[in-house]
């Protein structure tokens, strides 16, 4: 969800949380109750048919603006707030949803000016918060008129308890071999270590016009484990796409590279596209789908290289409630199709759900999850264990993002893999504990 749809969700419940109706008007209490339920639509609906009697009313203009603008019609709201500050220039949230009915009608300037007003009449913390966050998008808003630069840069320490993905028994028994015991070599069994990590990245985006843009980036990430470092690993990612804006659609399509090292040797190259459709549906919901094709190469491997598709979809959606919460849900499906002939066992179909949120634990802080399940049938039987691998594989993650100054973020990170699988030496668990510190730049 990007930031003006949580901006929408916990604005307007800020706002409308604090109005104050007069005693006894059942119309005025009736439209406040819906509009807290969620239903503006319906107190717009209630509302508009007494505006010739009710107009110059400020706690009626002010329920009709709030009711207009969060059932699309933000033109109306600027009108009928309007009415509310001509009466009352001091009507501080009235201001503050008439800055929102501007952002919402593409006044950005208009609506960056009101905002400030507000900000300065030091509002309390929760709404401070959500003046910040709407300012933030309107200078995201206003950034989508010229070309811009953003970057990050990182680096985290952490624990590893399975640094190689390896099982934990150093002895297996082998089909092939009528069921004879082998002992592992010691880098392929369970490994514990210590790491450090450092990450980067730098992404520009260029218009043509309101419509039409120009995207691209790379970034990088270099991992250092304390003791095994065999397992020392690189990545660096390159992108470079078109983007489409038209109305409440956004249409992208990108060109992928990426490279993966391991111990300081190319261990994977993939070179690939992805085409993504994002469809905002009202003010804090959005749903997207995408598509997305790989040409794998494992260096030395020949063996290995594949073709990877994948289609998938996603939901997510900000909730009305004053720790802002964001929820998402998606699901996705694809094959790895092997390119060398006789090794179908090196191929799969992964199908996977994911499932996920972050709120506002304060102003300051902000708790996020996510927990995510793949399923992998491969192609053929593997020629050792002599079955048709299946792998189930769940994680979770969990963390705090904490901002202790603006462009800075300290985030403690959990996250547990489980893989369950019918070959051995591809069954394990792992938990990675980290602790990152990141400073944004833009």
């Not at 419940?13 to 209490?29: K, M, P, W």
């Not at 624990?159 to 392929?188: E, K």
């Not at 102003?363 to 793949?374: D, I, N, Q, R």
């Amino acid at each position: 969800m990007n930031s003006i749809g949580k901006c929408f969700a916990m604005f307007a419940f800020l706002l409308i949380s604090g109005n104050a109706l007069a005693a006894g008007d059942s119309l005025l209490v009736n439209a406040d109750t819906l509009l807290k339920s969620g239903k503006a639509q319906e107190a717009y609906e209630l509302l508009v048919p007494h505006q010739s009697e009710r107009a110059g009313d400020q706690n009626y203009d002010y329920l009709l603006g709030v009711a207009a603008l969060d059932s699309g019609k933000p033109n109306e709201a600027v009108f009928a707030l309007e009415r509310v500050l001509a009466v009352n220039p001091n009507h501080l949230q009235a201001r503050a949803e008439i800055a929102r009915a501007y952002f919402a009608a593409g006044e950005t300037a208009n609506s960056k000016r009101e905002f400030e007003t507000v900000q300065k009449q030091n509002p309390r913390g929760e709404v401070r918060v959500a003046i910040e966050k709407y300012l933030e998008a309107i200078e995201q808003a206003r950034a989508g008129q010229r070309t811009t630069a953003t970057g990050y840069l990182e680096a985290a320490v952490g624990s590893d308890s399975n640094v190689n993905s390896a099982t934990a028994s150093n002895q297996i028994a082998i089909p092939f071999f009528g069921g004879a015991i082998a002992t592992l070599n010691a880098t392929g069994v369970k490994l514990r270590d210590s790491f450090a990590n450092v990450a980067g990245g730098l992404f520009v985006r260029h218009p043509f016009n309101p419509e039409w843009a120009a995207f691209g980036g790379a970034s990088f990430n270099q991992r250092l484990n304390s003791t095994q470092t065999a397992f020392d690993t690189t990545g660096l990612d390159g992108n470079f796409g078109l983007n489409l804006l038209k109305g409440s659609d956004s249409y992208s399509i990108a060109l992928q590279a990426q490279g993966f090292d391991l111990d300081y040797h190319s261990f994977r190259v993939a070179k690939g596209a992805t085409a993504q459709w994002l469809h905002t549906l009202g003010s804090s919901s959005q749903f997207s789908a995408y598509v997305q094709y790989a040409d794998l190469h494992y260096p030395g491997q020949d063996i290995r290289d594949a073709q990877r598709y994948v289609v998938g979809a996603a939901y997510a959606r900000a909730l009305v409630a004053e720790s802002a919460p964001v929820v998402y849900v998606g699901a996705y499906a694809g094959e790895e199709r092997e390119r060398r002939a006789g090794v179908p066992y090196l191929g799969h179909k992964p199908y996977g759900l994911r499932a996920g949120g972050e709120m506002k634990i304060n102003p300051k802080a902000t708790l996020f999850g996510s927990v995510s399940a793949e399923w992998r049938r491969y192609n053929g039987p593997d020629p050792l264990f002599l079955v048709t691998r299946k792998d189930t594989q769940a994680d979770l993650v969990m963390g705090i993002g904490y901002v202790p100054v603006k462009k800075w973020t300290i985030t403690p990170s959990l996250s547990l893999t489980r893989n369950r699988s019918n070959v051995v030496i591809s069954d394990y668990n792992r938990a990675i504990f980290s602790v990152s510190v990141r400073r944004d730049f833009n």
